[in-house]
Nanobody, 121 residues
Framework: QVQLVESGGGSVQAGGSLRLSCAAS????????MAWFRQAPGKQRELVAL???????IYANSVKGRFTGSRDNFKIAVYLQMNSLKPEDTAVYYC???????????????WGQGTQVTVSS
């Protein structure tokens, strides 16, 4: 089993910044891919950024140029620096991890409890 703990959410005004962190523990040797997803009220959960162990990062079009993902392979942790936040970025942000990118993209990996991000206009 893998446990994921997110932190760093909060409330900001439009144009502001937040940094999310996610730390993994447990059977972390099985983890190769980690990602950030988000789910806004009434909407499906969507990918924000996918980070493979090789360092490749894939971003959702809606966050490209504003959000930056990073990964610490030693600590088995991922981060999401969110700049130029917009009200439409308001959502619960989830960290996910899995044995490979397909597992994570299919949302069949491990999940954190989520952290709320609220952006006011």
């Amino acid at each position: 089993q893998v446990q994921l703990v997110e932190s760093g959410g909060g409330s900001v005004q439009a144009g502001g910044s937040l940094r999310l962190s996610c730390a993994a523990s447990g059977s972390v040797s099985s983890i190769n891919a980690m990602a950030w997803f988000r789910q806004a009220p009434g909407k499906q959960r969507e990918l924000v950024a996918l980070m493979s162990s090789s360092g490749n990062i894939i971003y959702a079009n809606s966050v490209k140029g504003r959000f930056t993902g990073s990964r610490d392979n030693f600590k088995i942790a991922v981060y999401l620096q969110m700049n130029s936040l917009k009200p439409e970025d308001t959502a619960v942000y989830y960290c996910s991890a899995g044995t490979n990118s397909v597992v994570v993209l299919d949302q069949r990996g491990y999940w954190g409890q989520g952290t709320q991000v609220t952006v006011s206009s």
